[in-house]
């Protein structure tokens, strides 16, 4: 019999950004599990490293610092000086990027593996308000309080020293105040600002629905089936948009101040929020508070909430490296291969020939790689199929050669002994005795 084989078993964490660290805390039972200290958290750059829960990461809310911790230690492993104070991050699924947006408007992005400072540009006129990676790592979103949002293509972010937008939206007349993103290219897009409209976005459109809030929405995310949206709003309510119906938002009243943040947990059923009196778990259907979190942070405000998965096995990420504060030279850059993620209808099939290969990746290059790599890579395959036809020829004309030896070191012992039996012949026929000549 052949057992199936069982999923890793997983629990829910909600780590909460605080003024005094980061407290990861357990969903079902609201038990404080982990506390990573030092640590005055940037309530839009803190959350875990891809998405793995090995590694913790916050970005410092008064200097230019970001700080790493390993889970389990309270102590941060790792520190890094930053070129200028981060306002909002995201990082890559696997982790091998950070993405991070700053005070100036510009936004850095960091090949951690090497440290290297692979793209600095000045992406908006003031602060950046969010960054935020979609699902697949196909897209880059950012927005700022210059009241735009913008949509770079991977690719573009990864190759060009001034990546072009992709998509670019001025509907916000005040600061934008929060991104949440739901799919990649054929997805959408909220936005919140302090103009109190919320916006829906279509990302291939460009299609919108404006929606005006009795307050402003200091975060928003979507719900888990993508029809509605929750607005974390500045008079102390949370708001649950229907995105495709025209009905009075529904009303979350229990909060005391303004909500700052929203998470929902991975099955959509619970929401979780944080505010002056602390943090709130609310069931989503009856709109009522289910737990009430206040003294597990020892008076800390709490800036920020998100929910992970933290699962028994952790696949964990590549080795930090110092993080460059000024952009790295191009010939110093070592090839950074595609991260984005893939579903398995995506995965081409075996190529046949280097030639069909290549056509299978000019045919992917948007979403894959560069065009203007692909010349470079199959001039390299090229070359390497050449190397390796001259080192086959190499080793059939040695293997003639050993043999060609062998033989006549065959015919060499063949003849030695003929001669040893010849020799040995003479030595067996009987001698002739000498006669004795008398004198």
């Known amino acids: 019999t052949v057992r199936a ?3 890793a078993p997983a629990m829910e964490v909600l780590l ?8 990861a805390v357990d969903v079902q039972s609201g038990a404080v599990v982990q506390h990573f200290k030092d640590s005055c958290t940037c309530s839009r750059a803190f959350g875990p490293v891809g998405n793995d829960t090995v590694y913790i990461s916050a970005a410092q809310t008064h200097k230019p610092l970001l700080m790493v911790w390993h889970w389990g230690k309270e102590q941060p492993c790792y520190r890094a000086a930053l070129p200028e104070r981060i306002t909002a991050s995201s990082w890559s699924s696997d982790g091998s990027f950070l993405f991070a947006g700053g005070g100036s408007g510009q936004v850095f992005v960091w090949h951690v593996c090497t440290g290297h400072l692979v793209r600095c540009w000045p992406c908006h006129f003031k602060a950046v308000t969010a960054v935020v990676v979609s699902d697949n790592d196909s897209l880059l979103f950012t927005a700022s309080e210059d009241t735009m949002v913008q949509v770079f293509s991977m690719a573009t972010v990864l190759e ?3 990546p072009q937008a992709l998509r670019s939206w001025s509907g916000h007349s005040l600061p934008v105040t929060s991104l949440a993103v739901l799919g990649s290219l054929d997805g959408r897009v909220a936005s919140s600002g302090m103009d109190r409209c919320l916006k829906v976005w279509e990302v291939n459109s460009g299609a919108c629905k404006s929606v005006v809030l009795p307050a402003y929405a200091n975060q928003v995310v979507f719900s888990s ?12 309510t949370i708001r649950k948009v229907e995105i495709n119906s025209d009905e009075a938002a529904a009303v979350y009243i229990g909060h005391v101040g303004a909500v700052r943040a929203l998470s929902l947990t991975m099955d959509g059923q619970t929401l979780a929020s944080c505010a002056n009196d602390g943090v709130r778990l609310w069931d989503v259907r009856t709109r009522q508070t289910i737990r009430h979190l206040e003294g597990q942070f020892r008076g800390a405000q709490v ?11 952790q696949r964990g990420v590549a080795p930090f490296k110092a993080l460059q504060r000024a952009i790295s030279p191009l010939e110093a850059i070592v ?3 595609v991260f984005a993620a ?19 990746l000019q045919a992917t290059a948007s979403s894959m790689i560069a065009a203007a790599k692909l010349k470079e890579y199959e001039e390299r395959a090229t070359d390497a ?10 080793a059939v004309e040695l293997f003639d050669v050993i043999m060609a030896k062998n033989s006549q070191e065959i015919d060499w012992a063949s003849d030695e002994q003929k001669f040893d039996e010849s020799r040995v012949g003479d030595m067996e026929k009987p001698r002739k005795k000498r006669k004795k000549v008398v004198m």
């Open 385 to 394: 199929v050449g190397q390796q036809q001259a080192w086959a020829d190499a």
């Open 335 to 337: 090839e950074i291969p």
């Open 5 to 7: 084989k069982r999923a």
């Open 303 to 313: 800036r920020s909430v998100r929910v992970v998965q933290r699962l028994a096995q």
């Open 16 to 23: 909460c950004g605080t003024d005094a660290g980061v407290y």
């Open 225 to 236: 089936d993508g029809k509605c949206v929750f607005a974390g709003c500045n008079d102390a």
């Open 342 to 360: 893939r579903s398995v209808s995506d995965v081409p099939q075996v190529a046949k020939s280097v030639d069909e290969w290549f056509d299978n």
């Open 160 to 162: 060009e020293q001034s």
